[in-house]
């Protein structure tokens, strides 16, 4: 089966660079998107370098709305005071497609507790505003960047996808296999409020255990 062209929008980021690198390496084509085609470019060309020798690089750069516009499946990686209006870029090239958010709102300073925004969570705001056309799902938000670049470490998360469109789940569960790592069904897009506020939960206790990757587990399935 041929698999889904991937944008990664937030693709110069830690989690979104990382995840990016593990898709390529499973042989997706990737593209990065940043507000900037010279810094994805450079983003994409630094990736390419971190391959295998023995893999094609199927990783490049582009603009927000180019990367949306060309890929099958899109992947938000930005910081939730940015959605917005990298939403506004890209709404176009969204429409009919899968739209994967990992993004987490997040109120600094103090950034382990839980802050739901006025929309409920990042998840549902991305979806009023792309419409019902755009099949957004939430997940990734519960894992570490940490070790994402170094492909032989084992990821030690399940990661919750929550959304309203069966096949889109199923499509942010497969890319969390190809991965690494295990997907999990957990039910519709407003449950992403929960799936979103244990980022806070796991920052703060990263910052009690003086550790970087704490992360959660479905025991039982």
Known sequence: MTKPTLAIIGGTGEEGSGLALRWA???????????SRERADAAAAELRSMLPPELPARISGDSNAGAANAADVIVLS????????????????????????VVVPLKPPRVSRVWRPPGGSAAEEAQLLLGEEARVVAAFQNISATHL????????????????????????????????????????????????????????????????GSGIRITGV
């Open 149 to 212: 670049k170094e492909l032989e470490h084992a990821v030690d998360c399940d990661i919750l996808v929550t959304g309203d469109n069966g096949a889109a789940k199923q499509t942010a569960i497969e890319l969390a296999r190809a991965a690494g790592m295990r997907g999990i069904d957990a039910g519709p897009l407003s449950n992403s409020s929960v799936s979103e506020g244990l980022t806070a939960v796991l920052i703060g206790i990263n910052i009690r255990n003086e550790v970087n």
């Open 25 to 35: 390496a499973e042989g997706y084509s990737v593209l990065i998107g940043s507000r």
């Open 78 to 101: 930005v910081p939730y005071s940015s959605q917005t209006g990298i939403l506004e870029q890209i709404r176009a090239g969204c429409q009919g497609k899968t739209v994967v958010s």
